[in-house]
């Protein structure tokens, strides 16, 4: 018996992770990023700010959302 309101197709598990990506694509959105978490370092500036990509390196099949390098911090945020 076939659940109401399927047609067979599969769904997009993966939109959350492309919209997450898509926002923090660039070195500007990634700097505007670090400051909302990180308030205190009130001098950073996108020189400062290294895109990273991590791809499946820290889990099996999973890919790491947004990685920067900012100064001697390494951050990384995935979206689960």
């Known amino acids: ?9 599969k769904p997009n598990r993966k939109y959350k992770d492309s919209v997450f990506t898509t926002l923090f694509g660039s070195k500007e959105s990634l700097l505007e990023l670090y400051k909302v978490l990180h308030p205190e ?7 400062d700010i290294e895109k990273i990509a ?12 947004a990685a920067m390098g900012v100064r001697d911090k390494l ?6």
Do not use: H
Request: overall charge negative; cysteine-free.
């Open 41 to 47: 370092d009130t001098e950073v500036k996108l020189e």
């Open 75 to 80: 951050v990384i945020l995935a979206e689960q």
């Open 54 to 65: 991590l791809e499946n390196v820290l889990l099996i099949r999973r890919y790491n959302d």
């Open 1 to 9: 018996m076939e659940k109401a309101g399927t047609s067979g197709t």
